[in-house]
Each structure stands twice: as structure tokens, then as C-alpha cells.
T-cell receptor, first 114, second 111 residues
Framework: DADVTQTPRNRITKTGKRIMLECSQT?????MYWYRQDPGLGLRLIYY???????NKGEISDGYSVSRQAQAKFSLSLESAIPNQTALYFC?????????????FGPGTRLLVL | RKEVEQDPGPFNVPEGATVAFNCTYS??????FFWYRQDCRKEPKLLMS???SGNEDGRFTAQLNRASQYISLLIRDSKLSDSATYLC????????????FGGGTRVLVKP
């Protein structure tokens, strides 16, 4: 079984709808992250959490919210989806360390907002 | 200016040839550097860390030039399976220990 899983893998929704993307991990890592990837722009950090009680905004958090329900679960919500949120979304985890730790990514969720 | 910049490519490489490409970073406080590999429609995976002294992992060699603020990746004896997008990643500890990704360099190895 995969260490980092994301559901759904693909989603089509309409403008204005609320949707939730879920991430679960079995690696036992404290740190979890949500990124979006757009062609040519690389991965951009939306939100991150260094433990269950810690939530931090990334560089592009507007229009998104997150919930860290447990060490193993980190959900991303789009309260009112808009077409420019169409992207590939990745969840990632890493161990707590002094810096530069490896991040392990889930398989991604392809989101299309019509 | 982007914090981490890469030539998007594609680099079209004959099988067996050597290919090299760079990545520049703008923040001199950057402290850790990595190359991640991403196959089409797949998640990124760590290829190798980049150390100040340079490091090699099989056919892959990574180097860091702090003075000029760039890192490089060299692939020798290219295989068809090396076709992928290579992401340059930088960690700035002072910025909260988060990774900053470049846009990726696409490499296509052809028979």
C-alpha cells in the first residue's frame, strides 16, 4: 500500500461549489503539506502543518483552507471553487528534522473547475 | 524574479549521451538543495540531495556553486528511463524550513 494517499484522484466541479481533498499517510511523519502544480510554475505551497495543532499559510493560501484531523490526515478545502483553481494538487509529508528533510508525495489529485 | 529558475527544456538527448543542466536560486540564505524527479502525471520523488562538495549517485552527478548561486545535474550514459522532468528544490531554513521548487527541466532520451 502507498504511504501517502490522496482522494479523490480526479475531480470535476463547478464554479462556486465547495470541495474537499483528503490526504492520509502511514509514514508516521509529523509534517504535512499541500501544494498545487501548474504547467511551468513548479509546485507552490498552499498550507503546511508541522504537527496536529500547527497550521501555517503557504505562498498561495487565498481561497483555500485546511484541517489537520490527526497526525495521519490533512484535508484541503476549496470553499467556493473558481476556474483558476484548476490544477494538480499534491499532498506531501516529511519527518521533523533540522532542515532539508525529504518530502514524500501522494499521487496527486487532478481538479477541474468549470 | 523567481526564487528558483530552471530552463524548461526539453533537452532531447540521444540514448547513451551525457546531458547537464543548471538551476539558479536567488536567495543567498538557501541552505539545502535537492533534485527531484517527476514522471509525467506522477508525483515528484527525491532523486538526490546536493552537497557543497558535490556528490555522485551512479550515473547522476550533482554540484553546488554557492558563489554563483546555482546547482547542476549531470546524467551520464542516458537511458530511455531517464526521460522525466527534473525539479530543482531549495530549502531556506530561515524561511520556516519549507521547500521552494523550480518549474522543472524536461529531459527526453531518444533511441
Amino acid at each position: 500500500d502507498a504511504d501517502v494517499t490522496q482522494t479523490p484522484r480526479n475531480r470535476i466541479t463547478k464554479t462556486g461549489k465547495r470541495i474537499m481533498l483528503e490526504c492520509s499517510q502511514t509514514k508516521g511523519h509529523d509534517r504535512m503539506y499541500w501544494y498545487r502544480q501548474d504547467p511551468g510554475l513548479g509546485l507552490r505551497l498552499i498550507y503546511y502543518s508541522f504537527d496536529v495543532k500547527d497550521i501555517n499559510k503557504g505562498e498561495i493560501s487565498d481561497g483555500y483552507s485546511v484541517s489537520r484531523q490527526a497526525q495521519a490526515k490533512f484535508s484541503l478545502s476549496l470553499e467556493s471553487a473558481i476556474p483558476n483553481q484548476t490544477a494538480l494538487y499534491f499532498c506531501a509529508t516529511s519527518e521533523t528534522g533540522t532542515g532539508g528533510e525529504t518530502q514524500y508525495f501522494g499521487p496527486g489529485t487532478r481538479l477541474l473547475v468549470l | 524574479r523567481k526564487e528558483v529558475e530552471q530552463d524548461p527544456g526539453p533537452f532531447n538527448v540521444p540514448e547513451g549521451a551525457t546531458v547537464a543542466f543548471n538551476c539558479t536560486y536567488s536567495n543567498s540564505a538557501s541552505q539545502s538543495f535537492f533534485w527531484y524527479r517527476q514522471d509525467c502525471r506522477k508525483e515528484p520523488k527525491l532523486l538526490m540531495s546536493v552537497y557543497s562538495s558535490g556528490n555522485e549517485d551512479g550515473r547522476f552527478t550533482a554540484q553546488l556553486n554557492r558563489a554563483s548561486q546555482y546547482i547542476s545535474l549531470l546524467i551520464r550514459d542516458s537511458k530511455l528511463s531517464d526521460s522525466a522532468t527534473y525539479l530543482c528544490v531549495v530549502n531556506i531554513l530561515a524561511a520556516g524550513n519549507k521547500l521552494t521548487f523550480g518549474g522543472g527541466t524536461r529531459v527526453l532520451v531518444k533511441p
